[in-house]
């Protein structure tokens, strides 16, 4: 398994980057088509007093600078309201709606080829596009009473219009969008919301805070194992938990690396994301396996889970692992901030739900027949059965609720309710694992380490107390690894 987890972490290391999506565009804008989505952003809502001049930097700024052939008549679209409503334009064929539809379904336009006193046309800074091209610079200001979406697109169309008002010294010709783009959005002044989109006000305070709450974590979980140490009852299932919590706090930090890498300037690596999404599907799929192993008993009421038993978990974590992986790349491959509000919206999302429920029935099975088979359990399996089922529902459970909420927020909500969830489990399973609590006497504590490995020698088998014990009845194991508890002198 952790070889497996090696190697698919370093092929997606490899994987060729995908073009970044931030609030700040800088390159080339082409499309062989005459329309071409930029990006979207929710500006801030404004007060019932509309700002002053003064205060407008306060509030929603688009500042575009663009460089275009001198034979385009590019414009600067603008449209906002419903994301629906745009998800519809942007699925739309041409022969549905026309590069001309798209344009008279614009809220607002802003034509960039005329030469106006207050936007005039530059010559562009490169002497090679001195005489072709032509670069100019827009400043908009965004005022709402609501936060709403807006999305920005370029068009380069055919309209009659456009036909009467062209230059007689410039040929013009419908064609692709082929433009030098310099675009930036912004939400006031401050740091935590220059940059971001409304949706996301807040998110890089909320992985700082979460990142250092899963460092106190991972120093609680080591005082733990140092302790158990101490008392010999540092069982693997220990060391599985503790790696899943090393995942986890990677996966934190390269969201705290990518977040505060946007802050600053709206650009930011998309791939810091990936490497943060393919750690916390490593620390998802580690966290199953655990349960899934406490589940059929294993340190619990088992030295070793039967070979059929290890054979389906080894095919259930390969395939959840395989699963989790596929569902990062390919949010990281196909994301479209036009279709998607945020993961959940899209197939990817759908499918890691799907998975997290598909792991929470079988970790209900694996504790029912836990249960049936080990009587003296019944009250801790119970217990530990309604408790972690829940936990594994909470995610997809809150994901629903998130559908309902107004479109601007569920991506900072669901984002925090992501890592809150994540965090109570870990915790309830510290607590548990922390031998100086006295509720949780009975999990795992009744068996020492050498118990579980199990000593042979000399004809005879140590049983879980540490006693010597011959072979078969009254033995401290079962034919199938079971761990006698009636025979042992440690209580329960």
């Not at 038993?309 to 390919?330: C, D, E, P, Q």
Request: glycine share 6%; with cysteine; proline share 3%.
């Amino acid at each position: 398994m952790k070889t497996t987890s090696v190697l698919l972490l370093l092929v997606l290391l490899c994987l060729r980057p995908r073009a970044s999506q931030p609030k700040a565009v800088r390159g080339d804008a082409y499309s062989h088509l005459a329309w071409h989505y930029l990006d979207r952003f929710c500006f801030l809502p404004i007060p019932e007093n509309e700002p002053s001049e003064a205060e407008k930097e306060k509030y929603g700024k688009l500042v575009l600078k663009a460089t275009f052939p001198k034979s385009h008549r590019l414009k600067v679209l603008f449209y906002w309201g419903n994301f629906e409503d745009f998800t519809t334009i942007y699925n739309s064929k041409y022969s549905r709606l026309s590069c001309g539809d798209r344009e008279l379904m614009a809220n607002f336009d802003a034509p960039l080829w005329y030469n106006t006193s207050l936007d005039p046309l530059q010559v562009p800074d490169d002497p090679a596009l001195k005489e072709t091209h032509y670069t100019k610079q827009i400043t908009q200001y965004f005022f709402s009473k609501t936060p709403y979406y807006f999305f920005v697109a370029l068009s380069n169309c055919d309209t009659n219009n456009d036909r009467n008002l062209a230059s007689s010294n410039v040929m013009y010709t419908q064609g692709s969008v082929d433009v030098k783009v310099d675009l930036l959005m912004t939400n006031g002044n401050t740091l935590n919301s220059r940059h971001f989109s409304a949706d996301k006000i807040g998110v890089f305070g909320t992985s700082i805070t979460f990142f250092i709450i899963q460092i106190l974590i991972c120093v609680a979980a080591f005082l733990v194992s140092i302790s158990l140490r101490n008392r010999r009852k540092l069982h693997l299932t220990v060391k599985i938990f503790n790696v899943s919590l090393f995942f986890h706090l990677l996966g934190l930090l390269f969201d705290v690396v990518y977040y505060s890498r946007y802050s600053r300037d709206g650009l930011a690596d998309e791939n810091l994301l990936l490497a943060s999404g393919t750690f916390y599907a490593l620390a998802d799929t580690t966290m199953m396996l655990l349960l899934i192993s406490l589940a059929k008993g294993w340190t619990v009421v088992r030295r070793k889970i039967s070979v059929t038993g290890r054979v389906k978990m080894a095919s259930f974590g390969t395939f959840y692992l395989l699963a989790s992986i596929t569902v990062v790349s390919w949010r990281h491959i196909t994301a479209d901030s036009a279709l998607e509000i945020y993961l959940y919206d899209s197939k990817p999302g759908v499918m890691f739900v799907l998975l997290r429920c598909f792991g929470c029935v079988w970790f209900l099975r694996c504790c029912k027949i836990t249960r049936k088979q080990f009587k003296k359990k019944l009250r801790f399996y119970s217990k530990f059965m309604l408790m972690f089922g829940t936990w594994l529902m909470l995610l997809p459970f809150a994901i629903f609720l998130c559908a309902y909420l107004p479109d601007w927020t569920r991506f900072k909500i669901a984002y925090g309710c992501r890592l809150g969830i994540i965090m109570v489990g870990e915790v309830a399973l510290l607590s548990m694992y922390n031998p100086s609590f006295q509720y949780n006497q009975s999990f795992p504590f009744h068996a020492m380490t050498s118990a579980m490995m199990m000593e042979k020698g000399g004809g005879v088998t140590r049983g879980i107390s540490g006693g010597l014990t011959t072979p078969g009845a009254g033995s401290g194991q079962g034919s199938d690894g079971r761990i006698v508890i009636k025979n042992s002198r440690v209580g329960v």
